[in-house]
């Protein structure tokens, strides 16, 4: 298809209660949308960019110009343009994952309509509804931590990730563990917040029976992942550090990865995501979909992307209403029995409510081909 606009939105949401984890505390997003335009219909993209370079190093000010300045050009530069082709003619960009993985997002969901389908037929996944898992962030005290951990478990979520740092993690995951019992599935997450050294305090958390921890040390430090995986019996889960399938099959074959969480923004898009799945599968690691705080436009794909028979642990595809409270799609995700839909809308899986995001739009550009 023939590249024709770019838009690059901004929209401004906040979030119900502001979210904490071990790099730094949330309660309004700043997101980047990209919408491009093209000859045979156009689509949209969210980029999973947060405001800061705390996660990763992109933040959404350096996403949209990144785009602007170099993706948007190179892609229009390159001929007609199909979404297999965006990863391929961005390749020679280093890093920015997610602003790469938004315009293929945005490319594919043109390309999904125009062909009258959807990512979840796309991608062929066999269930129509998949477990829902949430994620909890940390608090000043442990009993608001329990009565919003009530809370999710009344919601009828199928497993807890809890959020942990130095200082809150032995304690919190004892008292939540009591709480919701031994059957329910309970993780913890880290975002990078522990150092080698701390194996000995980390292999604590193994009486707790947890589905895994997810990401303890830093992005780059593979080796000491494959250390700990070796010391504690809780499996360790990689989300950081996972920004390819080269990363991926490197980190499973050294042993620091026993679980992977994949993130299409995180390793440049969802058809890397998919291979990063088939991957997986081959070599018997469990993979879950993570979540980076998403609008219905991120959520949708991620759940059609974790229909795939290989995601065997519940993603964090929680409902729309864990963050928001109002969302910019008009079927926003829900949480039954402990799961949520794959959508079944268009594209990428959504039908855009409009006017809600003209209201929250803080900015909007456009740039021709
Ligand atoms: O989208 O439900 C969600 C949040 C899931 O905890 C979540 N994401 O490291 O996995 C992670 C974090 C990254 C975003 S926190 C700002
Ligand atoms: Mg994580």
Known sequence: MRLEQLELRRIALDLVTPFRTSFGTESRRDILLVHVITDVGDGWGECVAMAEPAYSAEFVDAAQLVLRAHFWPALCASGAVEPADVARVLERYSGHPMSKAAIEA???DARLRADDTNLHRFFGGERDRVPSGVSVGIFDTLDELLAQVQGYVDDGYARIKLKIEP???IEPVRLVRELIGPEMGLQVDANTAYGRSDADHLRRLDEFDLLLIEQPLPEEDILGHA????AIDTPICLDESIVSLQTA???IELGAAEIINIK???VGGYLEARRIHDLCV???????CGGMVETGIGRAANAALAALNGFTLPGDISAASRFYRRDIVQHPITVDDGHVRVPDDPGMGFVLDLDFLDEVTTSSATHPA
């Open 106 to 108: 945005a490319v594919l």
């Open 167 to 169: 200082g809150w993690d």
């Open 227 to 230: 250390r700990l995986a070796a």
């Open 249 to 251: 099959a490197d980190a």
């Open 264 to 266: 299409p923004g995180r």
């Open 282 to 288: 081959d070599r018997g690691i469990p993979v879950w």
